[in-house]
């Protein structure tokens, strides 16, 4: 972008030439920045929730920006635009999340480090410093999207003020009760050697195999020698710590009760009964291993059952997996298959596919182990997250059913410690005797309990004068739900002993946008983390956008080769042309990138740059208000009063491609390609220049949240000026501050108002003027040539002056009743690909009827009776040609039929 001020200021926006979008996008996304034009100053002695507010999602700054961020925000900005015109005050804040393991591992390949090399806070200070060059890239990516965000009103959830609301979210939790720590089975990602949340493993499908094992029996209470189970882990079978029969399986209840000796590794594990046993899968025996799965959890601690630990942090075999010790869980794997087979227990093995729980953000697959870790509690409040989420509005409302689906199908309170150097350490410390956890005071927040010391001197439990940090960080989604709070301000009084907002009017908010695949993740957590501590919901609305796909409607990935890269589109679109796609899809709906909706936006930006041109033409910037407006002008104001009205609706519901469509057909078809031309005919006359620039002021503005860029800049090089002389301002040099007075992005949304005219007859007089400029156009007659003599049948009373005017027609009559019209059978078309199969050989019979006329269609049965059958109306489509028999030629639109003589 451009930084010259001088430079900025000698480009001075003009009608001259044709519309150069390069330029002009460039320069006015400048001029917004440096004039603060979307600045939200803050009034915080209004009552809470009384400014319109957008919980913007921030985006991770290692990733780059691709179709989904550059459609998502876009969508964003389409409602912040709206709503400042709409409604005045709007914060549209921007946050940067260079929080946790995906900044931890850009860090580390930047400057080819590890992170176990580097004390946290030394790290951390490393990771910042490489944030921040990705940050400024990022920013400067996002302004060149022409987006209004304040830049004023940004955050970093690394940043000392979020790590102090991180930090007071964890203390006011704990004290409530709603946090424990806990020595548990966790979920762990071997790759990051972490543990992480139920929220961030998916499921993904790989192939695998089969093995059905035999073990055997090992006491003497049955008369079987051995049983089968049928496993996909094998290297779990040293972890293996019983067996499992459905008490209901009457083919394996001699089991019960007995003791099974596990191959290869010959320990002996109990075999009980539970009901949580899925008799139908492989023989209906199960063995119980720590950890393979939820269902190993719930034995182990249903039946107190011991720990075996085969498998280590970074998933190598321990010590306890003997021969195979220090293999990975692949290669241990396969050579205790082998070693089945030699042994002679391997009784089965076959290839199947199926779902593998893997991390979603380096696709490995997890295991389960063991550790302390922090927990939020949630499970005994899915009932209160249930009802807040019903409080919400939702667009579209089908997305409130994942939101549903989701909790309903929780398994785990919230993991929100995790072993990593990037992210917001716990503010914990711990007795060295007793493990008393000491927290840190409000008043010294943001703390690092390596770096820090803690609050006491000696253990209020035991007395013990030395204490141990906590090591562990939040999960980044325990900072990034707490956006709306951060945002509006939220703090501890420390005079008043309580929490309190700097910025109460813009609690709650009034939209959280985002995305349907991060619902479970930020949308869920958000909802909890805000409802625990202010008991509110945390936004109003959601609005949950699609994805983008290719042009085939499948999922952009590299290694399809199909992923669109924002940056080669907006090289070769503008800006704007790229927004008018954004509005293409329905909201919630996954949608393709389509390059004809491109084409179309630049088709578009020509038009309402031609069309402004046209109009400085026809009319002064500022004409005086006739005495009384004629008819077709005042159905022109009428039929915009009425979009103006349907638009305001679209878009207070965000639907932003009913709003755009809407528009786009008004503006283009009734006013360029209708009223500017009856406007050519009629340039002298103060109505019409009064409707022109009425229209074209009112269009500018309500194209103005889909196009800002072409719309500011006519509105600049036409009406600002025309404003400033309005206020006797015209003399005084233009400074980049008067551009957050005069932007047309701070004008006030257009309101109808109140031009009465007869909607119906006007739309007709429209249609008709159109119909005799084709004709004249199609008989090579100039278009103000004479019209002797035109008969109208159709509404267009009140409009008979404007259409012999416009069209010169010397003597116009509207008929009371219908010419006489003949209405034939043009052709009959038969669907040949179902007709065939049902009617065989009849086919010919039906042909040869048609083409001799001996048929009779029923209209009221809707049938076509023909060669002895009828067929029903799917089988058959008619086409009808009307014709004219009186003295001179028909011409026919939707709604009025005219005879020119």
């Not at 004039?35 to 009384?50: F, L, R």
Request: a negative charge; one cysteine or more.
């Amino acid at each position: 972008m451009s930084t010259d001020p001088e430079t900025r200021e000698r480009e001075e926006p003009s009608l001259e030439g044709g519309y150069d979008p390069e330029a002009v996008e460039n320069r006015w996304q400048n001029r917004w920045v440096d004039a603060e034009v979307y600045a939200y100053d803050g009034d915080p002695g209004q009552d809470p929730n009384t400014t319109y507010a957008i919980d913007t999602p921030p985006p991770t700054v290692s990733g780059s920006l691709h179709m989904g961020h550059l459609y998502g925000h876009t969508i964003q900005d389409f409602a912040a635009r709206f709503q400042r015109m709409y409604d005045g005050d709007v914060l549209f804040p921007f946050g940067y999340d260079d929080n946790g393991i995906a900044s931890e591992r850009l860090t580390e390949k930047e400057l080819d480090i590890r992170h176990q090399d580097y004390e946290r806070r030394e790290f951390q200070k490393l990771c910042r410093e490489v944030c921040e060059e990705y940050e400024a890239e990022f920013t400067d990516k996002m302004q060149g999207l022409g987006c209004s965000i304040d830049w004023g009103h940004t955050y970093k959830t690394i940043e000392p003020r979020v790590r102090r609301v991180s930090q007071l979210s964890f203390l006011d939790l704990y004290e409530k009760g709603r946090e424990y720590r806990k020595k548990a089975p966790a979920i762990w990602c071997p790759d990051c050697e972490t543990a992480i949340s139920q929220v961030e493993m998916e499921d993904d499908e790989r192939g695998s195999h089969f093995n059905d094992i035999a073990f055997g029996v090992a006491s003497d209470g049955t008369d079987r020698e051995e049983f089968v189970i049928s496993t996909t882990r094998p290297e779990l079978i040293p972890a293996c710590v019983s067996v499992f029969v459905h008490p209901d399986d009457e083919a394996n209840q001699d089991l019960v009760g007995e003791t099974a000796r596990v191959p290869i590794f010959g320990h002996e594990v109990p075999i009980i009964a539970d009901d949580r046993v899925d008799m139908e899968k492989g023989s209906g025996v199960v063995m119980c291993c720590t950890f393979g799965d939820q269902n190993d959890i719930e034995w182990y601690q249903a039946h107190d059952l011991p720990l075996r630990v085969a498998i280590d942090e970074s998933a190598t075999m321990t010590d306890l997996a003997g021969d195979y010790e220090g293999m990975s869980t692949e290669e241990a794997r396969e050579a205790i298959v082998e070693d089945l087979e030699d042994e002679g227990v391997l009784r089965d093995r076959w290839e199947i596919s199926h779902a593998v729980q893997v991390h979603e953000r380096c696709e490995t697959p997890v295991e389960y182990r063991v550790s302390k870790q922090w927990y939020v509690e949630i499970l005994d409040h899915k009932e209160e997250y249930l009802e807040a989420g019903r409080e919400m509005d939702w667009y579209p409302e089908k997305m409130f059913s994942r939101y549903r689906h989701w909790i309903e199908g929780l398994e785990w309170d919230w993991l929100i410690s995790r072993q990593r150097d990037s992210g917001i350490p716990f503010p914990v410390w711990y007795c060295s005797e007793c493990d008393h956890e000491v927290m840190a005071r409000r008043k010294d927040l943001p703390v690092d309990p390596l770096s820090d010391e803690p609050p006491i001197d000696t253990c209020p439990e035991c007395g013990n004068d030395t204490f141990d940090p906590e090591e562990d960080v939040f999960d980044t989604w325990a900072t990034s739900s707490l956006t709306p709070l951060i945002n509006a301000g939220w703090d501890w009084d420390e005079e008043a002993q309580e929490f309190s907002m700097a910025n109460p009017e813009l609690y709650p908010f009034d939209l959280r946008p985002q995305g349907h695949d991060i619902i479970s993740f930020w949308l869920f957590h958000t909802i909890v983390k805000c409802y625990e501590h202010t008991g509110e919901v945390p936004f109003d609305a959601t609005l949950i956008n699609g994805h983008v796909l290719d042009e085939n409607r499948e999922k952009m990935s590299k290694s399809k080769g199909n992923v669109v890269a924002p940056e080669e589109v907006l090289a070769e679109y503008p800006v704007d042309a790229v927004r008018f796609w954004a509005a293409s899809a329905a909201v919630g709906d996954d949608f393709p990138y389509q390059e004809k909706d491109l084409t179309a936006g630049e088709k578009l930006l020509r038009k309402l740059w031609n069309a402004s041109k046209l109009v400085d033409n026809l009319a002064p910037a500022a004409p005086e208000g006739p005495a009384e407006l004629e008819a077709i002008d005042r159905w022109l104001l009428a039929e915009l009063d009425d979009a103006i009205e349907e638009l305001t609706g679209h878009l207070e519901a965000y639907e932003f491609a009913k709003a755009r469509d809407r528009l786009r057909t008004f503006f283009w078809n009734t006013f360029c390609d209708d009223y500017l031309e009856i406007a050519k005919e009629r340039e002298d006359n103060p109505s019409t220049q009064y409707a022109l620039r009425t229209a074209h002021r009112t269009f500018l503005e309500l194209w103005a949240p889909f196009l800002p860029h072409v719309t500011e800049e006519i509105w600049q090089a036409r009406y600002s000026e025309a404003q400033r002389a309005s206020e006797d301002r015209a003399a005084e040099p233009r400074e980049s501050g008067d551009l957050a007075e005069t932007s047309i992005h701070v004008r006030d949304w257009p309101t109808p108002q109140g031009y009465e005219a007869d909607l119906e007859a006007g739309e007709t007089a429209m249609e008709v003027i159109s119909a005799l400029r084709r004709y004249k156009s199609q008989n090579q007659l100039s278009l103000n040539a004479d019209l002797e003599a035109v008969s109208v049948y159709g509404p267009i009373e009140g409009f008979e002056d404007a259409i012999q005017n416009v069209m010169h027609v010397q003597e116009l009559d509207v008929l009371e009743e219908p010419p006489e019209i003949t209405t034939e059978v043009a052709s009959i078309d038969l669907d040949y690909s179902t007709l065939g199969p049902r009617y065989g050989s009849k086919v010919g019979e039906i042909d040869s009827g048609i083409e001799s006329g001996e048929y009779e269609i029923d209209d009221g049965d809707g049938v076509l009776r023909v060669a002895g059958e009828e067929l029903e109306d799917e089988l058959f489509e008619v086409d009808l040609e009307r014709t004219y028999s009186g003295d001179g030629e028909m011409l026919e639109t939707d709604s009025a039929i005219v005879i020119l003589e």
